[in-house]
């Protein structure tokens, strides 16, 4: 695993730079998920303003100040971390199915045999794309987010946008939507490398590719949630 | 688009029809059922119990910045608690446990599928759903509820390891508000989200399995479509209950609360 990572960061900086393989993986990251990601990270901000209204109500009797504490909530938190999810889920499994079926029908060993590296022609694409796309689809989905929570809450709540944008104001700042990025990059950056890491190590038939798929989608969401607690644990320093 | 998407949406209801009938009319192999929520258990648990405790901990660090702005850290374990038990704790370990559970059981079903061992089943004269997907639908089922609310126990556990480390409240101090905040009805309703997403689960991974084609690749793909159908699945049902249970409770109460 840590010869992988090794050589997938050196690869980064070493030609060929595969420039069209970038782009078609940033593709199917990007504009293919996209649809699913908003889809569900919409629903998951409307059932996070609707229970934090409730909340409110239950502690201070009054839940003016729902939209900032919903908005920071979604965020700093939820915004990236179901994203992620959802990409370990879509792209990682995706990744992991594709490189295991190449390694057992030997299109890996064919790779080398045509002294192409298979990291460099395989992971290093995927990466870039992953940390890219990753960034991007976070920041699109945290927009939605906010969107979905401001139609709600005019709708069921009673506040209009403009109520919910001032009470975001107080407690959202541009260094969310910066640690959202980050966050958002790292957790591209794991799904591929943890799904062309079991991809390689697949075995031969069919229950080997469900088991590297399997494997990945595990790791990979484990992964991401040590590494939000650890990323959210660091930036509650710096704000 | 939307025509392949509401044909898998009734292709799983179908299936789903199937094997309820089977349930209601064959005899059910309790001990296949044992075995399979033994096996599902055991082999999920540290996976669920990790998440579970992460997420309660990922969320104590979350409210502690926002509590304090306000100075009412002694509220911290309450609503830290209230909300991974309505909301957060449900969905991230269902999201985590559709990872585990389901691609696992899409991925051996559709090995059997693929090398034809269903069909050898039936050639034996036994029915395979009866034989297979049955035991494995209600062990999923029961196995992921009960994997589900242990991952919620465990995050209450995370919570509170962190209230103590990161905001230096301490455990007792942590847990003085939570009944006042965290009421029967919020435990009712993330136990009920739970039972919802261990259904949704179960039904959509012995689909997916089942309807597995093409060898190896075919395992992948269907394994795939298992993690994504049912993360999107069960963001939807998340909001569904959330949203009945608010109406259901409305019309108890004759206000909102």
């Not at chain 2, 957060?88 to 585990?100: C, D, E, R, W």
């Amino acid at each position: 695993m840590i010869t992988l990572i090794a050589e997938t960061l050196t690869g980064v900086f070493t030609p060929p730079f595969r420039r069209k393989e970038f782009f078609q993986q940033l593709h199917f990251v990007g504009n293919k998920s996209l649809f699913i990601v908003v889809f569900c990270v919409c629903f998951a901000a409307i059932v996070t303003i609707l229970e934090s209204s409730f909340h409110m109500k239950m502690v201070i009797q009054n839940d003016s100040m729902v939209p900032g504490f919903a908005a920071v909530l979604i965020l700093r938190e939820l915004g990236a971390i179901v994203t992620a999810l959802l990409l370990s889920s879509r792209v990682g499994a995706g990744y992991a199915s594709e490189v295991g079926s190449m390694q057992i029908t030997e299109q890996v060993d064919a790779l080398k045999m045509l002294g192409i590296d298979p990291v460099n022609y395989l992971v290093v694409p995927r990466f870039l794309a992953c940390v890219l796309g990753g960034m991007m689809i976070t920041i699109v989905a945290n927009m939605a987010c906010i969107f979905s929570a401001m139609a709600v809450s005019q709708f069921y709540l009673g506040y209009t946008p403009g109520m919910f944008l001032t009470s975001m104001q107080r407690f959202v700042d541009f260094k969310d939507l910066i640690f959202a990025m980050i966050k958002g990059a790292c957790f591209g950056g794991v799904i591929p490398l943890v799904a062309c890491y079991f991809g390689f190590r697949c075995q031969q038939g069919a229950e080997g590719v469900g088991r590297a798929t399997t494997n990945t989608v595990v790791v990979s969401s484990i992964a991401i949630i040590v590494i939000d607690f650890i990323l959210s644990y660091t930036f509650s320093y710096l704000y | 688009m939307i025509t392949s998407l509401l044909d898998q949406v009734g292709s799983t209801l179908l299936f789903l029809q199937k094997i309820l009938r089977t349930m209601m009319f064959k005899k059910l192999k309790v001990h296949e059922i044992f075995e399979q929520i033994w096996k599902v258990t055991v082999d999920s648990f540290p996976t669920t119990a990790m998440a579970g405790f992460f997420v309660g901990a990922i969320m104590t660090v979350q409210f502690a910045m926002q509590v304090k702005e306000f100075g009412a850290l002694g509220y911290l374990g309450a609503l830290a608690t209230s909300a991974t038990f309505r909301e957060v704790g449900p969905l991230l370990i269902a999201f985590m446990l559709s990872g585990k559970v389901g691609a696992f059981t899409s991925a051996e079903l559709g090995t059997m599928k693929v090398t034809e061992q269903i069909d050898a089943v039936r050639c034996l004269g036994a029915d395979p759903i009866q034989e297979i997907i049955v035991p494995r639908f209600v062990g999923i089922i029961v196995s992921s509820f009960f994997l589900l609310a242990a991952g919620l126990m465990m995050s209450v556990f995370g919570g509170m390891l962190l209230g103590e480390l990161f905001a230096g409240v301490n455990y007792e101090e942590y847990l003085r508000h939570v009944p006042l905040i965290v009421s029967p009805v919020s435990i009712l309703s993330g136990l009920v989200k739970c039972g919802t997403f261990a259904v949704v689960l179960a039904t959509i991974c012995t689909y997916q399995g089942y309807s597995t084609t093409g060898g190896a690749k075919g395992v992948g793909r269907a394994v795939v479509a298992t993690a994504v159908t049912t993360m999107i699945c069960i963001v939807v049902m998340d909001w569904m209950t959330s949203f009945i249970g608010d109406i259901i409770l409305t019309m108890v109460r004759g206000f909102r609360p």
